[in-house]
Antibody, heavy 114, light 112 residues
Framework: EVQLQQSGAELGKPGTSVKLSCKVS????????MHWVNQRPGKGLEWIGR????????IYAEKFKSKATLTADTSSNTAYMQLSQLKSDDTAIYFC???????WGQGVMVTVSS | DIVMTQGVLPNPVPSGESASITCRSS???????????LNWFLQRPGQSPQLLTY???TRASGVSDRFSGSGSGTYFTLKISRVRAEDAGVYYC?????????FGGGTKLELK
């Protein structure tokens, strides 16, 4: 069974960084792209970017190019997203998704507050 | 960027009736291979989105045949037949024709 297990909720102060993880079981992440999506409270889905874990190649939405950094560790079958210079409007649920969007993590809430 | 625009449903929808959700893209989603790169998702309250259809009309694994996708290059419809309580939630269309991937704003389905 394919599962994506995301790390726990994060509370970050403005100006700091957080690093989220998405650990995959039942499937080799080398064989898929990993996408990241956010959802602000009460709002819709927004694509952040994707990584090809096989070679580390990344593509980002323009607005996230200086906000998010996607990485992957194929030895642990885990994808990561670091969010830097946190601001209040980074408060959102963040999802990882793979295999042509057929598999999603459970989402992780990131709250930015002083 | 390709802009995705979704319609609104006249909620609530009586259980057992059909519902059609519309989505329009600012650019054709037909690729040179002839496929239309449009996904539909359902997000139930408190859950992650679930892929319903891809390539505009191909149902994802395990998805009920009550869900059917159709459309042209820029105008798409997701039809839900015999609506049930478990179909309630927000439906999103998404283009995967080019980067950046973009989603529609969502269409809420409520049941009577």
């Amino acid at each position: 069974e394919v599962q994506l297990q995301q790390s726990g909720a994060e509370l970050g102060k403005p100006g700091t960084s957080v690093k989220l993880s998405c650990k995959v079981s039942g499937y080799n992440i080398r064989n898929t792209y990993m996408h990241w999506v956010n959802q602000r409270p009460g709002k819709g889905l927004e694509w952040i970017g994707r990584i090809d874990p096989a070679n580390g190649n990344t593509i980002y939405a323009e607005k996230f190019k200086s906000k998010a950094t996607l990485t992957a560790d194929t030895s642990s079958n885990t994808a990561y997203m670091q969010l830097s210079q946190l601001k209040s409007d980074d408060t959102a649920i963040y999802f990882c998704a793979m295999r042509n969007w057929d598999y999603w993590g459970q989402g992780v809430m990131v709250t930015v507050s002083s | 960027d390709i802009v995705m625009t979704q319609g609104v449903l006249p909620n609530p929808v009586p259980s057992g009736e059909s519902a059609s959700i519309t989505c329009r893209s600012s650019k054709s989603l037909v690729y040179k291979d002839g496929k239309t790169y449009l996904n539909w998702f359902l997000q139930r309250p408190g859950q992650s989105p679930q892929l319903l259809t891809y390539w505009m009309s191909t149902r994802a694994s395990g998805v009920s045949d009550r869900f059917s996708g159709s459309g042209s290059g820029t105008y798409f419809t997701l039809k839900i037949s015999r609506v049930r309580a478990e179909d309630a939630g927000v439906y999103y269309c998404q283009q995967v024709r080019e980067y950046p991937r973009t989603f529609g704003g969502g269409t809420k389905l409520e049941l009577k």
